[in-house]
Every structure is written in C-alpha cells, then in structure tokens.
C-alpha cells in the first residue's frame, strides 16, 4: 500500500510539472545557406520561427560567434503562437567558405544553454566572374 501511494505521489508531481507553461521556439530552419556569393553583397538574411510552447518568449541576448557576423533579435515578447524573425548580417568583404553559428539566449532555455542557428556560405572575389571590358582600372597614378 505504501509503495503504490509513492507511485501515484511520483506520477501526480511528474505531471503538475509537464504542464508548467513554458516557451518553444521553433525554426523554418536553422541553417541558413548563403551559396556561393560575390564578395561586398548583401549579407543580411532573417530567420524565422514562432514559439510554439505556451507561455511568452522573452530574447534576453543574441550573438555572433565572431564579429564578422551580427545578428538583430526581438525586443519584445513572442506571444505562443507568434511568429518573428532574427536578423543576422554577414561581412561579405570576407573571402571564402564561413560556417558560423548565433547563440540565442532566452527563456526557452536554461540561461547557460542557448540555442544555436547557423550561417555558411562561400565568398568570391569581385573578380571571379567574368571580367568585362574596360572595366579595369589604372593604379599606376597615370592618366590614360
């Protein structure tokens, strides 16, 4: 009889728990391809998600995992079933293949656990494409 009433004890405060209102946020996707892009284009892209749990999303912080890449988070709560979008800016003036991560802090999370969302991308020199005539330019200091 005492083992049955722990049990029941267990299994009542396991789902007084489960239903404690709580934040989830939910992405379209979590990485964001860029493709092969020429470098100094535009590197602003958004991310969109909706919190999907049952109580109000609060941002507290976002970053980059480097200063080449800025990203631009809500101020204000996410109602449950609301959708909004974190902006996130890349240096294009950088060459090369990037693969960085944004950490999201919020409430959907313990504080020292944030969610990861992901840019890569490769960047081209402006010269990479097919040169055009005359679009050259003299650095010699002469005037031609």
Request: proline letters at 7%; hydrophobic letters at 30%; a neutral charge.
């Amino acid at each position: 009889m005492i083992v049955c009433t722990v049990l029941l004890s267990a299994g009542l405060f396991a789902q007084k728990t489960s239903e404690e209102p709580k934040p989830v946020m939910t992405f379209e996707t979590e990485t964001i391809d860029y493709g092969t892009i020429i470098q100094d284009s535009d590197g602003a892209r958004e991310f969109k998600f909706t919190n999907t749990g049952n109580a109000p999303l609060i941002i507290n912080n976002c970053q980059g995992t480097c200063g080449c890449t800025v990203p631009n988070c809500p101020k204000n709560p996410i109602q449950p079933g609301e959708s909004a979008t974190i902006g996130v800016k890349y240096a294009t003036n950088r060459l090369g293949q990037f693969n960085k991560g944004i950490k999201i802090y919020s409430n959907a999370t313990p504080a020292d656990q944030p969610i990861m969302i992901y840019i890569k991308g490769n960047v081209l020199p402006k010269d990479a494409g097919v040169k055009q005539e005359g679009t050259k330019e003299d650095h010699t200091g002469h005037n031609h």
